[in-house]
């Protein structure tokens, strides 16, 4: 059975967030919740690395072992869901989530309940696929549509990738083997000259 | 006239009657209350179940993701 993963390479990875803006329009995410958010560390120094980073769909994933009403499941596709219909929005997820996967809707300043929010994989909910009931908790079902993540396809340097974590882990794997430490990126060294090592 | 003890003698002839004594009314009651609660607290919480329908795997290598593997290759 395959395993759905994201797998994000750090060396071509340049930070232009449009990954965070496609799943954004794809899934009529909230205002003030990013499913996706890309994270630059050193920032305009040498060294710089940015890193797109999403729910990682975790095998035993914190969020559904702290929920209190249980909303939490994962697929046989390993893509860790939750059902809107049961989150009392306790905020517990969002805690316990090393990656800040989980947030809520900020729709007033005080003592709003709203429902957690989070990356779906672009794989919907628990509501009968493709279903506007779905897409309007949930987003997209792209999976359903014999797609993948709609942040890793369109991702234009192919930094995020994502599907079968066999498969991804074998072209990133092929990637190292060719490029060797450093980024394979194409413009690279038109970008940045010769003061770039690949 | 009547005799000091002669109400008392006529109320424990009432719980007498009744067969519940009025000190042993609430331990009654909350024996009772034992029994019938018993069999709600012994059984098992149930586990919230999405259902196969909703855990059902959705991948498959269409001809769409058979082309983005191909392009990440590069």
């Given at each position: 059975m395959a395993r759905m993963k994201f797998l994000c390479d750090a060396d071509r990875c340049i930070e232009?967030?449009?990954?965070?803006?496609?799943?954004?329009?794809?899934?009529?995410?909230?205002?003030?919740?990013?499913?996706?958010?890309?994270?630059?560390?050193?920032?305009?120094?040498?060294?710089?690395r940015?890193?797109?980073?999403?729910?990682?769909?975790?095998?035993?994933?914190?969020?559904?072992?702290?929920?209190?009403?249980?909303?939490?499941?994962?697929?046989?596709?390993?893509?860790?869901?939750?059902?809107?219909?049961?989150?009392?929005?306790?905020?517990y997820c969002f805690y316990a989530c090393p990656f800040g996967a989980p947030q809520y809707p900020k729709l007033s300043n005080f003592g709003s309940r709203g429902k957690m929010d989070k990356c779906t994989y672009c794989a919907g909910g628990p509501e009968v696929d493709l279903s506007p009931a779905e897409f309007q908790k949930y987003g997209s079902n792209r999976l359903a549509e014999g797609k993948l993540p709609l942040c890793a396809e369109m991702c234009s340097t192919k930094a995020l990738l994502?599907?079968?974590?066999?498969?991804?882990?074998?072209?990133?794997?092929?990637?190292?083997?060719?490029?060797?430490?450093g980024s394979g990126a194409w413009g690279?060294?038109?970008?940045?000259?010769?003061?770039i090592a690949i | 006239m009547m005799m000091p003890g002669a109400e008392e003698t006529t109320m424990s002839q009432k719980s007498k009657e009744t067969g519940l004594d009025r000190r042993?009314?609430?331990?009654?009651?909350?024996?009772?209350?034992?029994?019938?609660?018993?069999?709600?607290a012994v059984s098992p919480a149930a586990a919230v179940d999405p259902g196969k329908e909703e855990t059902k795997s959705r991948y498959r290598e269409t001809d769409h993701i058979k082309n983005y593997y191909r392009t990440n290759r590069y």
């Open positions: 232009c967030n449009a990954c965070v803006t496609a799943c954004k329009n794809e899934n009529d995410v909230p205002w003030g919740i990013n499913r996706r958010r890309v994270v630059t560390i050193n920032d305009g120094k040498p060294g710089e940015s890193v797109s980073m999403a729910c990682m769909h975790c095998t035993d994933a914190p969020c559904a072992a702290v929920c209190p009403v249980d909303c939490f499941y994962t697929t046989a596709d390993a893509v860790v869901l939750h059902n809107k219909d049961l989150c009392i929005g306790c905020g994502a599907g079968d974590g066999e498969i991804i882990a074998q072209i990133y794997k092929e990637r190292v083997v060719k490029r060797g430490y690279w060294q038109t970008a940045y000259r010769e003061t | 042993n009314f609430f331990k009654a009651l909350g024996a009772g209350a034992t029994a019938a609660v018993a069999p709600v």
